[in-house]
C-alpha cells in the first residue's frame, strides 16, 4: 500500500479538507487524490490509479476493527 501524499486531508488537519473527510465517511465513498493530474476537478468519479491512499489506509483499519 502507498503513503498518502504530503497534502492528503485524511493527513493534513484544516476546514476545508474536513469537509472532503466527513463527506467521504458520511456517505461511505472514497475520492481520488486532490493532488493528482484529474484528481481535484474529479474528486468524487473514481479511478483506481487515482484513488486517494489516505481513504484506503482508513478502509484498511476499519476493517481490522471490524474483524477484531
Avoid: Q
Amino acid at each position: 500500500m502507498k503513503t498518502p501524499c504530503k497534502e492528503c486531508p485524511w493527513i493534513v488537519k484544516n476546514k476545508h479538507n474536513e469537509t472532503i473527510t466527513n463527506f467521504s465517511i458520511k456517505n461511505d465513498v472514497a475520492h481520488n487524490c486532490h493532488m493528482g493530474k484529474n484528481g481535484g476537478k474529479n474528486l468524487w468519479n473514481i479511478e483506481e490509479k487515482t484513488k486517494c491512499k489516505g481513504r484506503e489506509l482508513y478502509e484498511h483499519r476499519k476493517k481490522i476493527i471490524e474483524y477484531s
